[in-house]
C-alpha cells in the first residue's frame, strides 16, 4: 500500500503531466489524478489559504503561551479548532 507521501508525490506527477501538449494524454492524467484525490480524499487548498490558517495558529499559540495554563491553552487551541471547523462548514 503506498505512503502518503508516494500518494501526493503521484498525484502530483499526474497534475503536471495533465499540462501536456498532448491531448489525450493530459485529459487521462487529470482523470487519473482527480480519482486518486478523491479515493484518498485530498483536497487543493490555494498557498493564500494555507499561509492564513499558519498565520492564525501562530497567533494563537502565542496567545496560549502568554496564559501559560494548561486548561487555558487547551480551550484556546479548542476555540481556534471550533472557529474553524465552523468556518469551513465543518458544522
Known sequence: ???????????GDLIKLSQSDNEEEARTAAMQATRMMKEHHLVLVPQAELERVQKVIGDVRALAKKY?????????LGTLLGFMA???GLF
Open 1 to 11: 500500500m503506498p505512503t502518503g507521501d508516494d500518494v501526493l508525490k503521484k498525484v
Open 86 to 88: 465552523a468556518k469551513n
Open 68 to 76: 501559560e495554563g494548561e486548561n487555558q491553552q487547551k480551550m484556546l
